[in-house]
């Protein structure tokens, strides 16, 4: 249990870091930093795989990299939907 929280925690922060490098938020507050966190997470080591630094499960270098990459993808298809 401690460790799934301590999951939510470190993929909120992820995100929230990705969305101050990109300067844009994801829609949900923290729920969407969280998912950006976990789903980018994802994506990261589909692209580069698993190295660098893991703290709670995530390896922080790819996850960050596919969070940024998430961010850019959503807020391209909300302005296109916002068109």
Known sequence: ???FIWSLIIGGIL???ASLIVGKDLPGGIIGNILAGFV???LGSLI???WGPEIGGFF???ALIGAII???IVSFIMRAIRR
Request: charged share 0%; glycine share 16%.
């Open 70 to 72: 998430l961010i850019f």
């Open 15 to 17: 995100g929230w870091i």
């Open 40 to 42: 980018g997470a994802w």
């Open 60 to 62: 922080i270098v790819p």
């Open 1 to 3: 249990m401690l460790s």
């Open 48 to 50: 580069l795989g698993s």
